[in-house]
């Protein structure tokens, strides 16, 4: 693994095939084989002999994370788990109760429901997205905001009010918009629907048509700079609202995460239970959900507490290994108050048949055929 062998491929082979016929009149070499050990054994190349070099010829996995989180465990504790008082504290909450719950908000059925996808300067996530909604049976428009001039950016404000008043759902997309700047993520995409144009018609979309939000990473922290989330409604900027911020580490994070549903108030999560884990990836410098105390009792109370990191034993948990940002109870995604607005950090949409085959879990969370079968 360390030669210089530039251009090489590291490939992994399934253990029906002969690697003689696969790479016949090619350069290759074997550096080992997957075993149900929980250990890794080191050989000389010829396979026969443990390397002399080592004082054990096989060296545990345990050990060998020990050894590598170890010098740095004083600067990047591993916290543990929340206690279990706090899972008894966050009661089920059934998708019968979003009923009641709902305001009396007219929905309009449709055989094929629209789905509009503004795209800001940054997003980067409306291809994927525009697939998944596709595959889950719907029409989906996505829409460029052009900011050229402002005659420009008025007129592509005024189409993207138009493309609300037309459509059932309203997904804002994952991405860096405007570049996370100034000093925080999407303060650009709120800034947008804050416009009168776009007030208007998402107020009128959803306290009228009855129609569901959906925001993925960037779109979350979108719909939680407006308000949307947890509120249900755009709302004034206040410094005491609940915010996403920077990753506790202070870098981005990349990586696959378990998420338990925790409450399945929403029609995004009719297809789920509760205690449901689904394994997503998850891509964001600014995923730490942060609120003040009374913030968050209030959203345990009234079960908008939709999805949680937790741990192998899918316990909610702080554990960096777990939780990527640190987020307060280890919140990944709420709702708002009658769960038809929905936001979470996991790219729910970056799933596709062939995808994350080497890491076991459940990747397929439902969320755009249960969104789109809402409206049938």
Known sequence: ????????????????????????????????????????????????????????????????????????????????SLTAAFEEATPPVSYAKRAAAAPAAVKISAAKPKVFIPVFPGTNCEADSKRAFERAGAEVTVLNLLSMDHGALTESIRRMAEEIGRSQIVMIPGGFSGGDEPEGSAKFIAAVFRSPYMQEATAEFLEKRGGLMLGICNGFQA??????????????????????????????????????????????????EVGDIHTLPVSHGEGRFVANSETLDALVKSGQIATQYVDLDGHPTSDIRFNPNGSALAIEGITSPDGRIFGRMGHSERNAPGLYINVPGQYDDSIFTSGVAYFR
């Open 1 to 80: 693994l360390i030669d210089e062998s530039y251009g090489s491929f590291l490939l992994e082979v399934g253990g029906k095939e002969d690697p003689a016929a696969l790479f016949a009149g090619l350069m290759y070499r074997e550096i080992g084989e997957t075993t149900d050990s929980e250990a890794i054994e080191v050989r000389s190349l010829e396979g026969a002999q443990a390397v002399a070099s080592f004082d054990s010829a096989t060296v545990s996995l345990d050990e060998i994370i020990e050894r590598w989180e170890t010098p740095l465990a004083s600067t990047f504790p591993i916290e543990p």
């Open 223 to 272: 719909l939680v700079k407006l308000g949307l989330l947890p509120f249900g409604r755009i709302t004034d900027p206040d410094e005491n609202a609940p915010t996403l911020t920077y990753n506790t580490i202070g870098r981005h994070m990349s990586r696959l995460v378990r998420s338990r549903v925790g409450s399945v108030l929403s029609p995004w999560l009719a297809a789920a």
